[in-house]
């Protein structure tokens, strides 16, 4: 009996390693460091100043430092990750910081779930916005990807951080929040 369980243990610890070592190769998404943003797009904004129209997000924030999230759902740990953004954002105004989200989906209901939860959030300087599924031409966003941020200034990127569905912990969002001097220093 002992060496069944055995047998049984080992090749049940052999399956859960086949299964680490697929799960731990990183979704590759967006523009990586170095790489510049050439083009731009206009999201529909759910929040802020242009709220309800396509409105260019790079072009509001010009050369400063910013947050560039791609999300393809609403989570609570993403809602988590832009109340902190958005708390830098307001924090680092002096270095006119920016931060925007785009949902890539234009399913019924996702603008009003976004516009309530940026009022429950308090949000201040984040803007929501939504766009189509594929994601903007030029900036790369996986269909594997279920969040890419992209940390930007002067429009080169300086950080990229993407996950897959399930992948966004709290310290995922620490790694991405310790980022943030790579835009806000020169």
């Known amino acids: ?21 697929g799960a731990a190769e990183p979704v590759k998404s967006g523009l990586q460091p170095g790489e510049k943003i050439t083009t731009i797009f ?10 309800g129209e ?5 072009c509001e924030n010009g050369l400063a430092p910013v947050a560039m999230l791609f999300a393809r759902e609403v989570s609570e740990p993403l809602l988590t990750l832009i109340a902190k953004l958005d708390e830098a ?16 989906s234009e399913k019924d209901g996702l603008r009003e779930q976004l516009a309530a939860a ?23 966003i ?7 941020v992209v940390l930007y200034r002067e429009h080169e990127v300086k950080a990229n951080h993407a996950f897959r569905r399930g992948e966004l912990t709290d310290a995922a969002c620490k790694k991405i929040l310790a980022d943030l001097p790579k835009i806000l220093t020169k």
Do not use: W
Not at 42 to 51: F, L
Not at 118 to 140: I, M, Q, W
Not at 142 to 148: E, F, G, R, V, Y
């Open 1 to 21: 009996m002992k060496r069944i369980d055995l047998l049984l243990v080992s090749l049940v610890a052999a399956g859960l390693g086949v299964v680490e070592v």
């Open 89 to 104: 954002t307001e924090q680092n105004r002096s270095r006119e910081m920016g931060s925007f989200v785009v949902f890539l």
């Open 42 to 51: 206009e999201p529909v904004n759910v929040t802020g100043e242009h709220a």
């Open 142 to 148: 996986s269909a594997d990807a279920d969040l890419t």
């Open 54 to 58: 396509p409105y260019c997000l790079i």
């Open 118 to 140: 940026a009022t429950k959030r308090g949000l201040k300087r984040t803007v929501l916005s939504t766009y189509a599924a594929g994601g903007p031409e030029g900036f790369n």
